[in-house]
């Protein structure tokens, strides 16, 4: 829209001068960059929370029949060493159990799949949130410090009812949780 | 020296005009789903729209875009009439044949699979062949370009290729590429299916492949406004490109790290395994590093602009840069944005603080801060700047203009900050419906007002900027000279036949995209049991 | 050399720049991704280093195999879908189904429209007549009038009772505008209460592999499989996909489905 002013000669010292300046700027853009590198691993080391270790596989058609995801196997049960393992599956409408509750102060351990199609896992308020993937099991952990109930929305379009696939979580205080476990071997909250 | 104008007017009209309908339905999605209004009672009207929108704003408007800049580029900086208009015609043709056979299905509800696909779900097989078809008219112009860029440096051996070829052809080689992974999906996964020859997909393989495409794109929807800064900006403001070269290897290195990074989009995804997450998620990481060189030379190109204006001080040259002019103020605001999105960007590229907005409203903010903020206000730039060029008319209204940037750059914060927000508190994206009664949901509704009206704002400056082209078409006549790009301060002479051509970039492309995707890409294709059942979408009314 | 193909050559210096960065950064990203974070991930589960480049690569694992699994008390459907199981049952499959059907007339009526509040079956889904006849067989659905009557069909008779009745014409739907709008637990659904539309399976905004059409069938009977459902008296349906809807329905919600879905032409 306006002109140029006229050209300098290209064997300006400023050219030498310019190249220094824009050597020193790419230095400095470099180590930003590694800045974050490192951050993302010290992250890691520290265990902020890190991405599943192993690829299982599971058959989407046969969950309801065999296998840990069928439906009296589902929800939170009391492992020998002390921790719980939740299992859980994402379905068109719902998840099952629908409502899921865990303890506090416990090593919290999901395995999680879908029965059709893609969906999310994700409970509001934390930083828990992984995919469900038809045909492979998605495990995370993780570790309550405070009793919390939390809606658990399905998180990646799903079909035309996704916006009604709300599930709920329930972390309760590990001592009424104990009482609960004492007569059942799979806990949920669902009414 | 534009000589194809009708050419490249079509392509700019027909972008524009899917961006301003697809504008609409973002709005409508927006509004309906506030609490401003009551509930629809139909989600998969909802979806319907969102997959037209996507697939609109996504897969036609940027590569309309991207490919009439590029052919106004290649007559405009090569000085001479561009090899191939017929097939440049033909490729234009299918862009919009495809786009038509796209959308048709999608308008019927056949097709409400969102414009990321997402199988097992599958729906009518001519959405996707719609898409093919689109993209297969843009390899046409990748074809050209290239064409184009050997038949010249065949004439003129030895001499530099003008920075602003040099990007476009670029970008049209990182288009080629990027596109390859969810074409390989639609082809060989989704058809198939969709077609009706087999009843099983393998979903995750289908999300590796997309993944190729998913974020890469992102960077072929950048091309041209980053080419803009570039070749366009300097001139257009009066000063000169602080550094060629700097030029040069930003766009190089856009081609090599924009592939073998999409994996971060799988950071939650139980099929990839952890260590390739990592990988890609240290690629991600230098990808900022062409953006930081960018803004860099680009600053430094502004600040020749403002000293040369008489701007002084170590900030007061600020005062000085002409912000009268529509393309300083895109670029500024445009630079704001990109400042913004790519705080947000860093974020999403490393698990452990992506692992707390994936998939949230967050992720919508940040692509619509970046692309539709960032990217398409240049866009607009670009436009303005070509327009009495491709026209041969004046384009005077430039009060209009700076209102339709600043309503834009204003809409679009209004739009994505509450958007982001409402990420955070874990809203969960692309739901038709949120109940906002209820009390965990409630503190939400503000915050998805105040992107409503951002919305709307954008609205009002999308039509603004409909009103400022038509208004162009009609001006009286006017030369507007030949079209020339930015000079930088020490023009080259000569470059290094690395930074004057491809091959050695495209094999690093190909290669770290092969060791960052190949094991992912055969460890899944060669598990027999991951195929699972199709779920048919639009099949039950 | 040409131009286009110098800095193709390894004696260039930007080909040994370019190549030696980019390999560097991905064996050094490689090394951290593969080598050095998995024993702080895996924690006391870490077993060596090769072990653990082979899971950060993604290749699978078998499942973990001590785990205990805990079995129901009571049956559970064993109908696994396949896409396309259907597909293809040809007239002599619909005519040895419609021969099979004349034991079905009394209640479910000579076209498979009912005169007694027993489900119409003209039309309806093969996959969801067959699914329905194997629960009734294996006990996962009960019934005393249907399961006396199904324990002497084999597999194929189900399949051709299926094709038949999805053979038959469909009634056609009649919701009298009369009645006012469609009620919104069908359309809408209960979205926080974890209620999608019944629309999103049961036809209307999409279908749902085993989700049956509900137009015109009887209201009673819509009701009284709502309730069971709700109370956990049937459990056929795979994985609880029903119980976790009809569970979260109030009373009204239920009357007002079954009204709305079997509204018959007067």
Known sequence: ?191 | ?541 | MSDETAALSPRDKWFRASVAITAGIAIVAAAVGFIWLPPFQAGARFQGVWNAICQAAGLAQPAPTAAEVVTAGYKTTGVVFTPGMFQGAGAESVGRGATLALRCTMCHGARGMSQANSPNLAGQYAAVVYKELRDYKSGARTSAIMQPLVVGLSDQDMRDLAAYYDYLPRPPAYHPASAGPPPEIVVSGATMRNIPPCAACHGGLDNKTGSPWLDGQPAPYIKAQLEAFKNGTRRNDISEQMRNVARNMTPDEIDAAARYYSSQPP
């Open chain 2, 1 to 541: 020296m534009l000589i194809n104008k009708r050419l490249i007017l079509a392509h700019f009209w027909l972008a524009f005009a899917g961006f301003g309908l697809a504008l609409l339905l973002g709005e409508w999605q927006m509004f309906i789903r506030s609490p401003l209004h009551a509930w629809i009672g139909n989600p998969e009207l909802y979806y319907r729209s969102v997959t037209a929108h996507g697939s609109a704003m996504a897969y036609v408007f940027p590569t309309l875009v991207a490919m009439g800049f590029g052919y106004a580029i290649t007559e405009a900086a090569l000085k001479r009439p561009m090899i191939g208009p017929r097939w440049a015609w033909l490729g234009f043709a299918l862009v919009a044949i495809g786009t038509v056979v796209a959308m048709v299905p999608v308008a019927l509800g056949h097709a409400s699979v969102l414009y990321t696909f997402y199988p097992p779900m599958i729906g009518s097989p001519f959405y996707y062949i719609g898409v093919v078809i689109v993209v297969i008219g843009s390899w046409i112009w990748v074809a050209l370009m290239s064409v184009n860029l050997y038949a010249w440096k065949r004439d003129n051996p030895g001499q530099p290729v003008p920075l602003a070829m040099f990007s476009n052809v670029a970008g049209s080689y990182l288009w080629a590429w990027t596109a390859v992974g969810a074409a390989i999906e639609l082809i060989f996964l989704i058809l198939p299916a969709a077609l009706g020859f087999t009843t099983t997909i393998d979903a995750g393989l289908s999300r590796v492949f997309f993944s190729w495409t998913l974020h890469a794109i992102v960077y072929f929807w950048l091309f041209p406004t980053y080419i803009a800064y570039y070749t366009i900006v300097p001139r257009a403001i009066g000063g000169r490109l602080y550094s060629d070269a700097m030029g040069r290897l930003a766009f190089i290195l856009f081609l090599i790290v924009s592939m073998p990074i999409g994996v971060h989009h799988l950071f939650m995804d139980p099929e990839v395994g952890s260590g390739f997450k990592f990988m890609h998620s240290v690629f991600t990481a230098f990808v900022a590093l062409p953006t930081l060189l960018t803004v860099f030379t680009i600053c430094a190109s502004v600040e020749i602009a403002a000293r040369l204006r008489g701007g002084k001080g170590a900030l007061g040259w600020i005062t000085a840069l002409p912000w009268r002019n529509p393309i300083m103020l895109a670029t500024a605001f445009s630079f704001i944005m990109l400042g913004f999105g790519g705080a947000g960007g860093l974020i999403n590229m490393s698990y452990q603080l992506d692992s707390t907005i994936h998939n949230t409203q967050w992720i919508t903010g940040h692509f619509h801060l970046i692309f539709g903020g960032a990217i398409v206000i240049m866009y607009f730039a670009i436009a303005y700047d070509l327009w009495p060029h491709l026209t041969g008319r004046a384009l005077a209204s430039f009060g209009l203009m700076r209102l339709q940037l600043a309503t834009w750059f204003v809409g679009m914060m209004v739009l994505t900050f509450p958007w982001h927000w409402v990420g955070i508190l874990g809203m969960p994206r692309r739901m038709a419906f949120y109940d906002y009664t209820d009390p965990a949901l409630a503190a939400q509704a503000a915050s998805v007002i105040a992107s409503v009206i951002g919305g709307a704002i954008l609205v009002i400056s999308g039509a603004l900027f409909i009103i400022v082209l038509i208004r162009g078409q009609l001006a009286p006549r006017v030369d507007a000279g030949p079209y020339r790009f930015s000079v930088a301060v020490h023009e080259p002479r000569r470059v290094p036949a690395a930074l004057n051509g491809f091959p050695l970039w495209l094999a690093l492309m190909i290669g770290l995209t092969v060791v960052n995707y190949g094991f992912p890409i055969a460890n899944l294709a060669a598990l027999s049991n991951t195929a699972v059942p199709i779920v048919p979408v639009g099949t039950g009314r």
């Open chain 1, 1 to 191: 829209m306006t002109g140029d002013p006229p050209p300098s000669s290209p064997h300006d010292p400023g050219a030498e001068h310019a190249l220094r300046i824009e050597r020193r700027w790419a230095s400095v853009a470099v180590l930003i960059v590694i800045f974050l590198i490192v951050m993302a691993a010290v992250a890691g080391v520290h265990q902020a929370t890190m991405p599943q270790l192993k690829l299982e596989l599971v058959d989407p058609r046969t969950l309801h029949v065999s296998g840990e995801f069928i439906e009296s196997n589902l929800g939170t049960a009391v492992e020998p060493d002390g921790s719980v393992t939740v299992r859980a599956i994402g379905q068109q409408y719902s998840f099952v159990p629908q409502c899921i509750v865990v303890p506090t102060d416990t090593v919290v351990h999901f395995r999680a799949t879908s029965g059709d199609v893609v969906h999310g896992f994700l409970i509001d308020g934390t930083n828990l949130n992984t995919m469900l993937i038809p045909g492979f099991i998605s495990t995370a952990t993780a570790r309550f410090s405070t009793p919390i109930e939390s809606h658990m929305p399905c998180h990646e379009y799903c079909g035309v009812g996704h916006e009604g696939m709300w599930g709920k979580v329930k972390v309760i205080d590990k001592a009424a949780f104990e009482k609960l476990a004492a007569d059942r071997r799979r806990l949920t909250c669902v009414d």
